[in-house]
C-alpha cells in the first residue's frame, strides 16, 4: 500500500462521513433558516440551540417500526430506497472540492480531493441523475398505492423533462471550458478580468447558471417544484408507505442530491475553490463556503415561492426552459466560435 | 479479463431474464442492468464516452419512458394463451416469423465465434476524445447520422399522428 492508495481511501471515507453528515447538518439548517424566515424559533431544546436535534430524529427513525402494505412488491420495495440513496452517493464521487494537494510534503505524489477523476465527470453526474429517478418511479410503483403511484408518475415526467434542460445548461459550459473533466472546468476558471471580476462562469453564462439552478431544483423534487411529495395532493408522494429507515434513506438521498447539485454548480459556474485571500492548498473553504451559500438560496426558495401546478410545471419545463437553454447553448457556440474563448 | 468475464455474463443473464419474467416491470429492471453492465464493457474497452452515453440514453433516458409506459399500462402479468407444448413452427404467423429470426440469430453468433481464431487479438483503438468523436460524426459519417435522425424523427411524427388520429376519431 503506498501513501497515496491509504490517502485516497481515507479521503473517500472523510467523503462519505462527511455526506451522511451533510444530510443531518442540511436537517438542522433547514428547520432554522425555515424559523428564521418565518420568525419563530425553531429546534431549540435538543442540545445546545437545538443542535443535537437531527440526532434526535435519527434515533426516532432507527427504532420505528418497518412497515410494508401487504400488497406491495417485497423486493423492488425494498430496493427502491437503496436505489436512491446509491445514486446520491455515488454523483459525487467525481466532484473535486479542492486543489491538489501534498497533505503538507508527506506524499510524493499530488493527491487530488475527489475520490475519482473521470475525463468524462460531466456526462457521469448526467447519467447518475438520470438513473436516480428509478428509485422514485419504483418507490411509486411497488407500493400498490394510488398516492405513491402518482407520486412516482410525476416525479418520472417531471425529472424527464427538466433532464433536457439540465444537460443544456451543463452543454453550454463544456463548450466554454473545452473540456469535460470537471477539475479542467475549475482550473479554467481560475484568475479575474480586470483584476477584480473572478473569472467565474457565472458571468459568462448567468443564462445557463438560471436555467441550472431552476432545473437542479427541479431534480431535487424541492419546493416550489416538490410535486412528487405534494402533500395537499398526494399524502406524501411516492414515500407514503414508506416508513423508520427506508424513509429515512429516501430523505438521506434528497438532502444528498441537493448537497451534490450545489456542488456541481460550484465547480460549474462559481469558480469551485479557486478565491481570494486563501492560499489554494486551502481552497476548499472557499469551495464549502461556495456551496453553503447555494444551499441556503434553496433553502429560501422552498420557504418564500408557493409550490406550482402540476401543468404549470410541466408547460413551463417544456414552453420556456428548454427554448431559452436551446438558445443559449446556440448563442454560447456562437460566441466561442466568434471570440475563441 | 476478470471484469470482462463478469460484465460479460451479467449482461448475457440479464438478457435471458428479460424475457423469462412474466411481470413486465422486472424485465425493465433486468434490460437495465443489461445495459449497465455492456457499459462496463465499454469502459474496459477505454471508450468511457460511449459508456456514459449508453447510461443517460438507454438506461436513464429510454427505459425510464418504458417504465412509464408499463406502469400507466399497469400490466402486471403477461398472460399468453398459447399451448406452450405446441412446437414453434406451428404457432401463429408472428411466432413462426420470430422462430425462424432466432435461428437465423444464432447460427450468425456460431459462425462470428467461429470464424475469427481465439488469438488473433484486434489492434485497440486510439483514445478517442470527445472532440474526435464529434468531428467523425459530422464529416465522414455525416449522412448515417442525418438518416437516423431522420429515421428517429418519422418515428416521433409517426406516433403523435396515431395519437392524434384516436382523438380526433373520438370527437367525430
Known amino acids: 500500500m503506498t501513501p497515496l492508495l491509504i490517502a485516497q481511501i481515507a479521503l473517500t471515507l472523510i467523503i462519505f462521513v462527511a455526506l451522511l453528515s451533510s444530510a443531518a447538518g442540511m436537517v438542522y439548517f433547514e428547520r432554522k433558516v425555515a424559523a428564521l424566515l418565518q420568525q419563530r424559533l425553531g429546534p431549540y431544546l435538543v442540545g445546545p440551540k437545538g443542535l443535537l436535534q437531527p440526532l434526535a430524529d435519527v434515533i426516532k427513525l432507527m427504532f420505528k417500526e418497518e412497515l410494508r402494505p401487504r400488497a406491495a412488491d417485497p423486493l423492488l420495495f425494498a430496493l427502491a430506497p437503496i436505489i436512491s440513496a446509491t445514486a446520491a452517493f455515488a454523483a459525487f464521487a467525481v466532484v473535486p472540492f479542492g486543489a491538489e494537494t501534498t497533505l503538507f510534503g508527506l506524499l510524493d505524489t499530488p493527491l487530488r480531493l475527489q475520490v475519482a ?22 418507490a411509486g410503483w411497488s407500493s400498490n398505492s394510488k398516492y405513491s403511484l402518482l407520486g412516482g408518475l410525476r416525479s418520472s415526467a417531471q425529472m424527464i423533462s427538466y433532464e433536457l434542460s439540465y444537460g443544456m445548461s451543463l452543454a453550454s459550459v463544456l463548450l ?7 477539475t479542467d472546468i475549475v482550473n479554467g476558471q481560475s484568475g479575474t478580468w480586470f483584476g ?19 432545473a437542479g431544483i427541479a431534480e431535487t423534487n424541492r419546493a416550489p417544484f416538490d410535486f412528487p411529495e405534494a402533500e395537499q395532493e398526494l399524502v406524501a408522494g411516492y414515500h407514503t408507505e414508506y416508513s423508520s429507515m427506508s424513509f429515512a434513506m429516501f430523505f438521506l438521498a434528497e438532502y444528498i442530491n441537493m448537497v451534490t447539485v450545489s456542488a456541481v454548480a460550484t465547480d460549474l459556474f462559481l469558480g469551485g475553490w479557486h478565491g481570494p485571500f486563501l492560499p489554494v492548498s486551502l481552497g476548499w473553504i472557499w469551495f464549502l463556503l461556495k ?4 444551499l441556503f438560496f434553496y433553502v429560501w426558495m422552498r420557504w418564500t415561492l408557493p409550490r406550482y401546478r402540476y401543468d404549470q410545471l410541466m408547460a413551463f419545463g417544456w414552453k420556456v426552459l428548454l427554448p431559452v437553454s436551446v438558445l443559449n447553448l446556440i448563442v454560447t457556440a456562437a460566441g466561442v466560435l466568434a471570440f475563441g474563448l | 479479463m476478470t471484469l470482462f468475464y463478469l460484465f460479460g455474463a451479467v449482461a ?28 462496463g464493457l465499454y469502459v474496459l474497452l477505454d471508450a468511457p464516452f460511449v459508456a456514459v452515453i449508453q447510461i443517460i440514453v438507454y438506461a436513464g433516458a429510454i427505459m425510464v419512458l418504458f417504465l412509464f409506459v408499463v406502469m400507466l399500462l399497469n400490466a402486471p402479468q403477461e398472460d399468453t394463451e398459447l399451448d406452450m407444448r405446441v412446437h414453434p413452427m406451428l404457432r401463429p404467423g408472428a411466432m413462426r416469423f420470430g422462430t425462424v429470426l432466432a435461428v437465423g440469430l444464432v447460427a450468425e453468433l456460431i459462425w462470428a465465434l467461429t470464424a475469427t481464431t481465439g488469438s488473433a487479438s484486434f489492434q485497440p483503438g486510439p483514445l478517442i476524445s470527445v472532440a474526435t468523436i464529434g468531428r467523425r460524426l459530422f464529416t465522414d459519417y455525416a449522412f448515417p447520422f442525418e438518416v437516423t435522425s431522420v429515421l428517429i424523427l418519422v418515428a416521433m411524427v409517426g406516433a403523435v399522428v396515431m395519437a392524434r388520429h384516436d382523438a380526433a376519431g373520438g370527437k367525430r
Open chain 1, 117 to 138: 477523476d473521470v475525463n468524462v465527470a460531466i456526462l457521469v453526474i448526467f447519467a447518475i441523475a438520470s438513473m436516480s429517478v428509478y428509485g422514485i418511479v419504483l
Open chain 1, 176 to 182: 466554454l471550458a473545452n473540456s469535460l473533466s470537471l
Open chain 1, 196 to 214: 477584480f471580476v473572478p473569472r467565474w462562469f457565472v458571468f459568462l453564462q448567468p443564462v445557463g447558471f438560471l436555467i441550472y439552478m431552476t
Open chain 1, 291 to 294: 456551496v453553503a451559500a447555494i
Open chain 2, 12 to 39: 448475457v443473464i440479464a438478457s435471458l431474464l428479460v424475457i423469462a419474467q412474466r411481470n413486465p416491470i422486472y424485465s425493465v429492471l433486468l434490460l437495465i442492468a443489461s445495459f449497465g453492465a455492456l457499459s
